[in-house]
Structures are given as structure tokens and as C-alpha cells.
């Protein structure tokens, strides 16, 4: 069975560039999920669907950074423009329901914003 | 507010040894659940161990068990006979039924096994 798939793994941008992370779930899994993570941290939920639905939105900074899950699979987060800030892995992870505490991860996209 | 803490960025033992990691939470929920998750370097997060706060009975997976104390609001980590594959970060968290199901995550403890 396939795991979770994130592209591209490593992206390197200038600032005030844009920049899309790609996602794709598990097969059957409903809920997926966006975090980011700065070296040496834990992750930081940045966006969470259920189905298509976006159902907690309160971290993800909506002046620039976006995201869609079109019918219910897989999911694109875009940052635009980057800040230097925005340097970091940002992950995908999804579950077979909100109740499911156990998360599947992707490898992660590292971004550089230089 | 949940919070997990945990106290130790940095963990080194030697191949074959027995280590702790640990980990302290703080949530006002009755029901909740914990866990640890193992970041080896450059590869995906994976799910280590789980606990249900209402269980008694701690965890065991192989190698790895906890000591779940949940008076003390305490979820340790044990990894026995540990091996060069064990080197990663790990994570504690807490997921709680109230909070919208949101995993609180620890800073991490990074965790090298030397030969």
C-alpha cells in the first residue's frame, strides 16, 4: 500500500516568490492534514480537512498562505509571496478519521526561502 | 490550554543499552490519548506507540514500552536492547476528545544510539 506523497521533497525560492506543496493520502483516508515544522521542533498544525472540508483553519496565515483539497483527495498548500520565515518542512499527514489517533506521514517538502 | 513538555533535546546511549525518554502533559480532558512518534533523519514521521489515558495497562510494542503515570501526568518512553536504527527524534503528544481531536506535540528529544 502506497503512504503518503508529498512533492516536491526540496524546494529553494527567492522571496516574494511563490511556491506550491503537493499531497496525496492514503487511499481512503478522510482526514488529511498540513503542518509545519522548524528544525529541532514539533510539528505545528497548520491546516486540517475532513473530506474536502476544512475544519480547523485557526493556525495557517491566511494573508498568504492557502490551501484546496478538490474532491476530498489530495491537497495543495501554497505560499505566496514567501517570506524568509517560511523556511521549514512542511508535511502532510493523513488519518483514516478524525478519531484515528494515528497519523501517516509524508517525507516532507523542505523549503528554503533565500 | 494542553501542553506537552518534554525536558530532553538531546539523548545519546550506547547499541544495546536500555533508555528513557520522558514526557509531561498537562490537559484538563477526562479522555484523551498519548503518544510517541519516531522521526528518523530525512525520513517520515512514524507512529511508535500509542496509550488510551484510560487504560490501565501500559503500552507495549517489541522493544518498545511506556510508563504511563497518569496521576503524575507522566508518559515515558523505554526503548530496550537498543539498536542504530532507534537513532531519530522522537515526539511525545496528547490528543484529547474535547480540544477538536488536535495533537499537541513536545519540542522532541533527539535520540542517538552510538556503536
Known sequence: EAGVVQSPRYKIIEKKQPVAFWCNPISGHNTLYWYLQNLGQGPELLIRYENEEAVDDSQLPKDRFSAERLKGVDSTLKIQPAELGDSAVYLCASSLTATDGELFFGEGSRLTVL | ?115
Open chain 2, 1 to 115: 490550554a494542553q501542553t506537552v513538555t518534554q525536558s530532553q533535546p538531546e539523548m545519546s546511549v550506547q547499541e544495546a543499552e536500555t533508555v528513557t525518554l520522558s514526557c509531561t502533559y498537562d490537559t484538563s480532558e477526562s479522555n484523551y490519548y498519548l503518544f510517541w512518534y519516531k522521526q528518523p533523519p530525512s525520513r517520515q514521521m512514524i507512529l511508535v506507540i500509542r496509550q488510551e489515558a484510560y487504560k490501565q495497562q501500559n503500552a507495549t510494542e517489541n522493544r518498545f514500552s511506556v510508563n504511563f503515570q497518569k496521576a503524575a501526568k507522566s508518559f515515558s518512553l523505554k526503548i530496550s536492547d537498543s539498536q542504530l536504527g532507534d537513532t531519530a527524534m522522537y515526539f511525545c503528544a496528547s490528543r484529547g476528545w474535547d480540544s477538536n481531536y488536535q495533537l499537541i506535540w513536545g519540542a522532541g528529544t533527539k535520540l542517538i544510539i552510538k556503536p
